[in-house]
């Protein structure tokens, strides 16, 4: 074989590497290429969600720049969040699919504190143990919306701010942190201005004074360690989220960015995310998907429009023909309907939903008795919770009771045996969503629903609850 020239060789490794650099800036530019489309859609989603309220200058940028580490703050001060941390939630999710890193940050130390802003007076504060369990019931329901176990360079990290708060005495905090932080700066803060307003007749202590302290501090801790430059939450946490882009600032010179969600509110004014049981929450055993799912269906025409945008990762698209379509058909709630399926998958699981669907029909007359046998127990209790409720004996119905003297004597859901034998008679007495209108027929245990209940329904609306002990 003939040996080519050397210049050849030369000319083959110089071309070769030319061709590797000329690929690797192609990765390189594709990868930039990827970040700002996804970045671009990231800041667009925000905004004709309704999610974007504040964003300090730069932040965009910053974005557009590079894989960028943001976090948000959740308050640990129950064992389960409520559907008021949802939108915070959603905005760690959404920006996670963006294709940055995502850091939860579950307050351990702060929750022992309390932070002011957006209260009246100050909250009881929490012991370690209280905190822990409330730590691991949040850590559970993060984990259904954020990715953090797979191999991605973006998956999402858990911090509690305890783990590096425990250590530090009152005197080094005062001495490194507090020294670069004015109180005229701090007094500026909305947050405290309006508790040492006149409005206030509380005031408020020296320990929730230095909460924005803290929670600066945690930006600054996570800054330093894991590159954090980010810190995202609730348009009344702008004053705290600022406070640690200064201390940033001042500490390191380091660059720090802050962006803010609208607070969600209904649309007639009062506070969203109640009931009148008080709290919707995350934890099954809390508030349970059926009426979690109920929740959502109750919405207005015009809250459903906007909610539909912030909890769900139904596109533009998609969203703006279900609102079309419901407009020009208000009374169907279609729009209510889809809402709740999508959050109820979300947060619980698509057989909680199939549960919940089917509570539902059977409360409003469309279920079976084989549908209502295939309730579970919560659920169930739920459908029911606050209907007249009637002890019965478990041993007399292992005899058999004939169903006159079951509802008039051991149970008193007719005052008299006359009126249930006519109620019967016109056809008006379900058992168990069965009609029922042998005057006869002899109750048994094989009635039992899950052993226990059994379902009295007096004409359309009107339910009893006999339970057998």
């Known amino acids: 074989m003939t040996a080519l020239p050397v210049h050849f060789y030369i000319f083959a490794r110089i071309s070769g590497c030319a061709v590797f650099a000329a690929i690797s800036k ?21 905004s004709w969600r309704g999610m974007l309220h504040d964003m300090m200058p730069g932040t965009e940028e910053q974005l557009k720049k590079e894989m960028t580490t943001a976090y948000v703050g959740f308050d640990p001060t129950a064992e389960s969040l409520h559907i008021g941390s949802l ?12 294709g940055h890193k995502p850091v939860a940050l579950v307050g351990g130390a702060t929750g022992m504190i309390g932070d002011p802003s957006g209260k009246s007076q100050e909250r009881n504060l929490l012991n370690e143990e209280t905190l822990e369990r409330n730590l691991a019931g949040i850590r559970k329901q993060l984990e259904k919306f954020l990715d953090f176990d797979s191999d991605a360079e973006n998956k999402a990290v858990m911090v509690n701010n305890y783990d590096w708060m425990k250590d530090i005495s009152f005197l080094e905090f005062i001495r490194d942190v507090g020294k670069h932080i004015t109180v005229n700066y701090m007094m500026a803060k909305d947050s405290v201005k309006k508790r040492f307003s006149s409005e206030s007749k509380v005031g408020m202590s020296f320990t929730e004074f230095t909460y924005q302290l803290v929670q600066g501090f945690d930006f600054y801790w996570l800054n330093q360690n894991m590159n954090c430059k980010l810190q995202m939450g609730g348009s009344d946490q702008w004053g705290n989220i600022t406070t640690g882009t200064e201390l940033i600032r001042r500490k390191s010179d380091g660059e720090a960015f802050a962006l803010t969600i609208p607070l969600i509110k209904k649309a ?3 506070k969203f ?3 009148e049981s008080g709290n919707v929450w995350l934890d099954p055993n809390m508030t349970s998907p059926y009426k979690f799912y109920q929740f959502w269906l109750n919405t207005s025409d015009e809250d459903a429009e906007s909610y539909i945008k912030i909890f769900t990762l139904l596109d533009k698209a998609e969203i703006d023909a279900l609102i079309a379509a419901h407009r ?13 399926e999508e959050i109820t998958v979300l947060v619980h699981s698509q057989e909680d939903l199939e549960m919940a669907v089917e509570a539902s029909q059977i409360l409003f007359g469309r279920g079976t008795a084989e549908s209502l046998r295939r309730l579970n127990e919560s ?12 002890t019965v004996s478990k041993a007399d119905l292992s005899a058999g009771v004939n169903v006159v003297d079951l509802l008039a004597d051991h149970a008193a859901v007719f005052p008299s045996k006359g009126e249930l034998r006519r109620t019967m008679k016109g056809n008006g007495l379900s ?13 048994n245990e094989d009635y039992l629903i899950g052993g226990k209940y059994i379902l009295v329904q007096k004409g359309k609306k009107n339910y009893f609850l006999l339970i057998a002990e």
């Open 273 to 275: 995310g109640k009931t």
């Open 328 to 340: 020009e058909a208000p009374h169907e709630r279609n729009l209510q309907r889809r809402l709740a």
């Open 87 to 98: 939108a915070p939630i959603m905005l760690l999710k959404r920006f996670q699919l963006a």
């Open 379 to 390: 659920t169930f209790l739920s459908v029911f919770e606050g209907v007249p409720q009637f």
């Open 431 to 443: 058992i168990n969503k069965d009609k029922f209108s042998d005057q006869d027929a002899m109750i």
């Open 26 to 46: 192609l990765k390189i530019e594709l990868q930039t290429q990827k970040i700002q489309t996804n970045t671009m859609n990231f800041v667009e989603e925000l």
């Open 268 to 270: 007639d004014g009062t």
